[in-house]
């Protein structure tokens, strides 16, 4: 199994450009969550998707940020427009229903936004 | 609301010792508990998973333990290496399985030689 895939693994943009970030969970696996990572907050859970319908999304911190999965392998999430302050490291984990619920992490895209 | 601390927050111990990270949380409606790896500038790997039902997982040198109604989970690692040298973090569930996962801050673990 090839695991969580996300890409780009690193972006640097300037403030005010759009970033879309892509995720593929595991094959079979029908949770599908967005979390960000920083060295002041920790890793915050963004929005969490099952059987590709949106059931949380109460940690996307404002209107900037949005997120898809148009089917069960492809999920985005974007930022539109970015400022300096979502710098961070942005991670895709996926687990199946039919399991215990273990999640499985992708390595991460870490953002810079100059 | 969920709430998940982890302590010490950070541990520099010799190669050899047997350790113990410890996690709390405040809401024991808990549905597992997972314990993850996280080494610099990668993703986390899962460790061990305790479901609510039980009291303990065990791989290799690890051992996880639950305690819900002291709210508490304990990671031990029995000889320590420095291949162990990482953060770990422990991440809570709710009521569901497909549930979202409440994170403690991590406890950076560094072992020397």
């Known amino acids: 199994d090839a695991g969580v895939i996300q890409s780009p693994r690193h972006e640097v943009t300037e403030m005010g450009q759009e970033v879309t970030l892509r995720c593929k969970p595991i094959s079979g696996h029908n949770s599908l969550f967005w979390y960000r990572q920083t060295m002041m907050r920790g890793l915050e859970l963004l929005i969490y998707f099952n059987n590709n319908v949106p059931i949380d999304d109460s940690g996307m911190p404002e209107d900037r940020f949005s997120a898809k999965m148009p089917n069960a392998s492809f999920s985005t999430l974007k930022i539109q427009p970015s400022e300096p302050r979502d710098s961070a490291v942005y991670f895709c984990a996926s687990s199946s229903d039919s399991g215990t619920g273990e999640l499985f992490f992708g390595e991460g895209s870490r953002l810079t936004v100059l | 609301k969920q709430e998940v601390t982890q302590i010490p927050a950070a541990l520099s111990v010799p190669e050899g010792e047997n350790l113990v990270l410890n996690c709390s949380f405040t809401?024991?409606?808990?549905?597992?508990l997972q314990w993850f790896r996280q080494d610099p500038g990668k993703g986390l790997t899962s460790l061990l998973l305790i479901q609510s039902s039980q009291r303990e997982q065990t791989s290799g040198r690890l051992n996880a333990s639950l305690d819900k109604s002291s709210g508490r989970s304990t990671l031990y690692i029995a000889a320590s290496q420095p291949g162990d040298s990482a953060t770990y973090l422990c991440?809570?569930?709710?009521?569901?399985?497909?549930?979202?996962?409440?994170f403690g801050t991590g406890t950076r673990l560094q072992v020397f030689p």
């Open positions: 991440a809570a569930t709710r009521s569901y399985n497909t549930d979202k996962l409440i």
């Open positions: 809401d024991s409606a808990i549905y597992n």
